[in-house]
C-alpha cells in the first residue's frame, strides 16, 4: 500500500539551466511562471513533472520540449549541497520495476514538497526557440551578471547559486616564463 502523503513529498521534478554556452555561459534563459497566482511573475528555471516509468532525463527533454519548443544538449547535473540535499526515495522490495526509473539521485528540496533535479544545458539550435507557452508570463536571455536581480521562486535561489558556481569554469592562475 502507498502512502499519499509520502509519495506527494518525493515526487520528482526535473530542470533546466539553459545557458547560451555551456563552454563560456554569458547569459540564461529565464521564465517567469504563469500560475499559480501567488507566484506570477517570479522566475524558475524551467522543466516539469517525471511520470511514471520515464527517466528524469527523458522527462527534461519532454517538458522542454512541450513548454518551451526547446530541444538542448545535456551538460553536468548541477547536484545540490549537501546541508539540502533531499535522499531519493528507497526503492521498493520485490525486484520489480521501479515506477521511476533512474530516480537515484540526491535531489534539491523544491516547492510543494516535491524533490528536483537540475541540469546545465544549451540549446541544440540556436537558431530555433525557445517560445513561449502558457506555463510561462515571459522569457528573456538575462546576462549573467544579472541573474540575481530577477525575482526567483525561493526554492530555486540556492539552485542559482550552484548553477553559476557550476558553470563558470575555474580561473586558471597565468604562469610565469
Same mark, same amino acid.
Given at each position: 500500500?502507498?502512502?499519499?502523503?509520502?509519495?506527494?513529498?518525493?515526487?520528482?521534478?526535473?530542470?533546466? &539551466?539553459?545557458?547560451?554556452?555551456?563552454?563560456?555561459?554569458?547569459?540564461?534563459?529565464?521564465?517567469? %511562471?504563469?500560475?499559480?497566482?501567488? !507566484?506570477?511573475?517570479?522566475?524558475?528555471?524551467?522543466?516539469?513533472?517525471?511520470?511514471?516509468?520515464?527517466?528524469?532525463?527523458?522527462?527534461?527533454?519532454?517538458?522542454?520540449?512541450?513548454?518551451?519548443?526547446? !530541444?538542448?544538449?545535456?551538460?553536468?547535473?548541477?547536484?545540490?549541497?549537501?546541508?539540502?540535499?533531499?535522499?531519493?526515495?528507497?526503492?521498493?522490495?520485490?525486484?520489480?520495476?521501479?515506477?521511476?526509473?533512474?530516480?537515484?539521485?540526491?535531489?534539491?528540496?523544491?516547492?510543494?514538497? !516535491?524533490?528536483?533535479?537540475?541540469?546545465?544545458?544549451?540549446?541544440?539550435?540556436?537558431? !530555433?526557440?525557445? %517560445?513561449?507557452?502558457?506555463?510561462?508570463?515571459?522569457?528573456?536571455?538575462?546576462?549573467?551578471?544579472?541573474?540575481?536581480?530577477?525575482?526567483?521562486?525561493?526554492?530555486?535561489?540556492?539552485?542559482?547559486?550552484?548553477?553559476?558556481? &557550476?558553470?563558470?569554469?575555474?580561473?586558471?592562475?597565468?604562469?610565469?616564463?
Amino acid at each position: 500500500m502507498t502512502d499519499p502523503v509520502t509519495d506527494r513529498l518525493s515526487r520528482l521534478v526535473v530542470a533546466a &539551466a539553459v545557458v547560451d554556452s555551456l563552454a563560456a555561459p554569458s547569459a540564461m534563459l529565464c521564465a517567469a %511562471r504563469s500560475y499559480p497566482p501567488e !507566484h506570477a511573475g517570479r522566475f524558475e528555471l524551467p522543466g516539469g513533472k517525471v511520470e511514471p516509468g520515464e527517466t528524469p532525463i527523458r522527462a527534461l527533454a519532454r517538458e522542454l520540449a512541450e513548454e518551451l519548443d526547446l !530541444h538542448v544538449t545535456l551538460g553536468a547535473e548541477v547536484r545540490p549541497t549537501l546541508g539540502l540535499a533531499v535522499a531519493a526515495p528507497k526503492s521498493s522490495s520485490g525486484g520489480g520495476p521501479r515506477e521511476f526509473p533512474d530516480d537515484d539521485a540526491p535531489a534539491w528540496p523544491a516547492m510543494h514538497g !516535491h524533490r528536483m533535479r537540475v541540469w546545465l544545458a544549451e540549446p541544440a539550435d540556436a537558431s !530555433h526557440g525557445p %517560445r513561449r507557452s502558457g506555463a510561462h508570463e515571459s522569457l528573456r536571455w538575462t546576462p549573467w551578471d544579472d541573474l540575481e536581480a530577477l525575482p526567483w521562486l525561493p526554492a530555486d535561489l540556492p539552485i542559482l547559486a550552484a548553477v553559476r558556481a &557550476a558553470a563558470i569554469p575555474p580561473v586558471q592562475n597565468p604562469t610565469s616564463s
